[in-house]
């Protein structure tokens, strides 16, 4: 008997698969309030994130998490609001933050607290402003956001983060696990005609077309999936 395909088990919800919420040190937000200025309480390892994260208290005695950024230190003041220094640990709107300078943390619509731009090392550059404000994000594409989305000042923290090697398989599994990764990941092409719709044949190769309909089952919803053009360079 065949064995179930990832997206299959993926659909099925065991735990192999579930973002691990127990390890999460908090749910990572911009605070709500408009105007502020906290300072950073301590900072700590999040398990089930890339990069580390900071304990800000606020005037009002209120603490939120946020992403650390790179070169952030205990004791350091964070401002949120429109007319402050375009610092590394400030929140702004992304309509005040000037062209050419690096964020993170960046909202998908204004008070949602932040989607984009999460991982160690990683930033995004502000890169012009009119109607819609346009950033390009880490993968190079130019996306517009609403000019009053919130963002973060700075580079995420843990740079380099991907420059020690394993060396070990075990190291990896573990390191991925951590984060409900499934590793290692096996080809379509290497598996069996039974387990698996790229399987079988005398040496690795697809056999048949790689695009597959939006509505094709979890058993066959492997490969390209409705592609509607070339993928972008």
């Not at 993968?139 to 963002?151: H, I, N």
Request: charged share 25%; hydrophobic share 35%.
């Amino acid at each position: 008997m065949g064995k179930r395909i990832i997206s299959q088990n993926r659909g099925h919800g065991s735990p192999v698969y579930r973002a691990p919420s127990h390890r999460y040190v908090a749910d990572i937000r911009h605070p709500s309030i408009g105007e502020g200025v906290g300072v950073v309480e301590e900072i700590r390892h999040d398990p089930g994130r890339t990069a580390p994260v900071a304990k800000i208290r606020l005037e009002n005695n209120k603490t939120f998490y946020m992403i650390a950024h790179a070169g952030m230190f205990v004791g350091q003041k964070i401002q949120i609001g429109t007319n402050i220094p375009v610092k590394p640990g400030n929140i702004m709107p992304l309509g005040y933050i000037p062209e050419g300078v690096p964020i993170y943390n960046i909202e998908k619509i204004p008070g949602d607290g932040g989607k984009f731009v999460r991982s160690a090392g990683t930033f995004a550059t502000v890169i012009s402003h009119g109607e819609k404000t346009t950033v390009q994000l880490p993968s190079g594409q130019f996306v517009d956001f609403d000019p009053k989305c919130r963002a973060v000042v700075g580079i995420v923290a843990g740079e380099g983060r991907k420059d020690k090697p394993f060396l070990k398989a075990g190291k990896k599994f573990h390191a991925l696990r951590s984060k409900a990764k499934k590793w290692p990941k096996v080809r379509g092409v290497a598996m069996n005609a039974v387990d698996h719709p790229h399987g079988g044949g005398s040496h690795q190769h697809v056999g048949k077309p790689s695009t597959v309909s939006k509505g094709a089952p979890p058993g066959r919803k492997v490969g390209r999936i409705a592609p509607k053009k070339k993928k972008k360079r």
